[in-house]
């Protein structure tokens, strides 16, 4: 999915350039925060699931290489995805109602204008919501291993 993103992004700057925004826009920014927050909420709970996102890999050797690696892989993609987020719709103001618009709370309404893959990118948030029941019986299981409690729950 990620590459749609990065497909949509770089369709809109093909179309109408860059849009370089204020580089430092505090009010914009700060009304974001609670948004940032819920992000760190998802991040934190990823954290919880390391545990069980490693024990099954084998052979365990090599798991603190692989692991570092996907992650900075991980990061660089984002970092990526990011910036054609701010080269595609960073100084734009108006509402969708015309596309390409400002940037949207959620980042894959920006795309709604492009045949198919805009329609593909409306369920990347479902992606999200998905993954949270495996992250939170995850969660549940390694807090119950630390949390001497098992015995009362049965």
Known sequence: MI???????LFYIGEDGF???????WSTQL?????????????????????????????Q?????????SNIIGTILLIIEGQLAVWAFGSL????????????NLYNENFQSIPVVGQLLQFYP?????????????????????VPIKRWLA
Do not use: W
């Open 3 to 9: 590459i749609l993103f990065y497909f949509g992004s």
């Open 19 to 25: 849009n370089r925004p204020p580089l430092f826009d």
């Open 31 to 59: 009304v974001s925060l609670s948004t940032v927050f819920g992000n760190t909420v998802f991040v934190f709970i990823y954290h919880h699931s390391i545990p069980g996102i490693i024990s099954p890999v084998r052979p």
């Open 61 to 69: 050797k090599g798991i603190n290489n692989m692991f570092i690696i």
């Open 93 to 104: 103001t108006n509402d969708c109602t015309t596309f390409p618009c400002r940037v949207q």
């Open 126 to 146: 479902l992606l999200n919501f998905s993954a949270i029941p495996i992250l939170v019986i995850t969660l549940r299981n390694n807090v119950l291993e630390v």
